[in-house]
């Protein structure tokens, strides 16, 4: 999963595309800047929550939320080690 996911550590990128790729959640969607506001939102859990229902409002299927907050999770809790592995494989 480390391959696919770019999280902003530093001047690391994250985009829902990407986070596709790496759980399997469907194809890319004209809502996934939403998605994005909501991965990164740093409100409340109530807050939180209410997102994720608008975003349900607006076709967005809870199992395909799901699996992207968790392939976001995941990529947070790598290592900085990780993404210094990752760019030197890359550049």
Do not use: H, N
């Amino acid at each position: 999963m480390a391959l696919f996911c770019l999280l902003v550590l530093g001047l690391r990128i994250v985009s829902p595309g990407q986070l596709r790729l790496a759980s399997g959640a469907g194809d890319p969607s004209k809502r996934d800047a939403a998605i994005g506001t909501y991965l990164m939102s740093d409100r409340s859990q109530a807050e939180r929550d209410a997102m994720a229902r608008a975003l349900w409002k607006r076709g967005v299927p809870p199992e395909e939320l799901d699996a992207l907050e968790g392939a976001f999770e995941s990529c947070k809790r790598l290592p900085r080690e990780a993404w210094q592995r990752r760019e030197s494989t890359t550049a």
